[in-house]
């Protein structure tokens, strides 16, 4: 009489135990952003993003050096990502950058293109920060992300001066992301 039920919370319990949570496609993380993982070979983006378009821009020939960008499109024609490779005109070379567009694509802890850099500092430990001529990056090692504010974000004193070291605390917090990268060796 109990083994009826045995076999039964056995199979329950294995069903449960089964069921494979589906991947989140505008999810990013250390190693993925949906289903493209720092893994993936080029050759295998069909596959990725069976249900967008995909262009690539061929700047030239292997013995060239410049690099080959592969843009996403979501059927639509909306522009989600930019992705860079690590060999260029290399089916089998995995993807070194991407370049975050679509405002959908967000991190585990929410921080998306919309975000702002008190989303950054709430969610993660900066890592860096650089001053450059029209921007300033923010990187964030915990995600290997990258996030370029323009300086016109900034106060007026921290805005011409490439010398300056900025500080986070230097940075206002309503300041908005302008471009955000995630970086994979």
């Known amino acids: 009489m109990h083994k009826p039920l045995i076999v039964i919370s056995f199979l329950f319990l294995t069903l449960i135990a089964c069921t494979k949570k589906e991947q989140n496609p505008f999810e990013i993380s250390k190693h993925h952003i949906g289903l493209l993982t ?57 993807i070194k950058a991407i370049h975050v567009i679509d405002e959908r694509y967000k991190t585990t802890e929410n921080v998306s293109t919309l975000s702002t850099f008190k989303d950054i500092t709430t969610n993660y430990k900066v890592s860096r920060i650089d001053n450059l001529i029209n921007a300033i990056v923010v990187t964030v090692n915990a995600i290997n992300a990258s996030f370029t504010i323009d300086k016109k974000e900034l106060p007026a004193n ?3 001066d490439m010398d300056l070291n900025i500080e986070a605390s230097q940075i206002p917090d309503d300041a908005k992301i302008k471009y955000f990268f995630i970086h994979w060796n």
Do not use: C, H
């Open 38 to 94: 720092d893994s993936t070979q080029v050759k295998d983006l069909e596959t990725v993003f069976s249900k967008d378009s995909i262009t690539t821009y061929i700047a030239g020939d292997e013995f060239s050096g410049s690099e080959n960008t592969i843009d996403i499109y979501e059927t639509g024609g909306k522009k989600l990502l930019e992705l860079t490779p690590s060999q260029s005109l290399d089916s089998t070379a995995t």
């Open 158 to 160: 921290l805005r011409f």
